[in-house]
Nanobody
Framework: QVRLVESGGGLVQAGGSLRLSCLASGSFFSIRSMGWHRQAPGTQRESVAVITSGRTANYADSVKDRFTISRDYAKNTVYLQMNNLKPEDTAVYYC?????????WGQGTQVTVSS
């Protein structure tokens, strides 16, 4: 069983920065990819950034050049550095891990950006 623990959300003014962390713990053979998704009220959950086991990172167009995803392979931890935050980035951010066909989600962390 895999457990994801997220941290780092909070309230920040527009133009500010936050760093999210997600630690994967438990019993698993290998992680194929780790990523961050977000869901604002009344909208569908969307992918923000994903990093594969091959270190390839993919970003949503709306966050390119502002967000950076990174991964500590030894610690099974994924980070999301968010710079120049905008009010439209306000959402619950969820960590996601792909384990060879099994998708695991974290509990979510709130990010609120005030104008």
């Amino acid at each position: 069983q895999v457990r994801l623990v997220e941290s780092g959300g909070g309230l920040v003014q527009a133009g500010g920065s936050l760093r999210l962390s997600c630690l994967a713990s438990g019993s698993f053979f290998s992680i194929r990819s780790m990523g961050w998704h977000r869901q604002a009220p009344g909208t569908q959950r969307e992918s923000v950034a994903v990093i594969t086991s091959g270190r390839t990172a993919n970003y949503a167009d709306s966050v390119k050049d502002r967000f950076t995803i990174s991964r500590d392979y030894a610690k099974n931890t994924v980070y999301l550095q968010m710079n120049n935050l905008k009010p439209e980035d306000t959402a619950v951010y969820y960590c996601n891990v792909q384990l060879g066909g099994v998708s695991v989600w974290g509990q979510g962390t709130q990010v609120t950006v005030s104008s």
